[in-house]
């Protein structure tokens, strides 16, 4: 069972910046894109980022651009964004998700895509 552990989140305050992790528990880690979707209670997920299995293409969306990145350790089997210049309206809930893709380049930013989710880790950015 593929199951993605977060980390990292926090209270920060505008400005500062935060790493995210998380960690998927399967032996072809490279197979596997992997998102970050944030949600508010009461509002629809959000697509933040995400990253082939290999690696070699990233997406990032409109709201973080240029503020927040994604990456990955296939030697950790560890995703992670790496988030700057946050400001309160980053405030969510942050969620890794991970899909299986058969050559490993896909980049899917629908979180209908996703198959497998963590529990989120809390992000609050006070003003």
């Known amino acids: 069972q593929v199951q993605p552990v977060e980390s990292g989140g926090g209270l920060v305050q505008t400005g500062d910046s935060l790493r995210l992790s998380c960690v998927v528990s399967?032996?072809?880690?490279?197979?596997?894109?992997m998102g970050w979707f944030r949600q508010v209670q009461g509002k629809e997920r959000e697509f933040v980022a995400s990253?082939?299995?290999?690696?070699?293409?990233?997406i990032v969306a409109d709201a973080v651009k240029g503020r927040f990145t994604i990456s990955r350790d296939r030697m950790k089997n560890t995703v992670y964004l790496q988030m700057s210049s946050l400001i309160p309206e980053d405030t969510a809930k942050y969620h890794c998700?991970?899909?299986?893709?058969?050559?490993?380049?896909?980049?899917?930013?629908?979180?209908?895509?996703?198959?497998?989710w963590g529990q989120g880790t809390q992000v609050t950015v006070s003003s």
């Open positions: 998700a991970a899909k299986y893709t058969l050559r490993g380049i896909a980049t899917p930013t629908k979180a209908d895509d996703y198959t497998y």
């Open positions: 399967t032996p072809v880690f490279s197979n596997y894109a």
């Open positions: 990253i082939s299995g290999t690696g070699g293409s990233t």
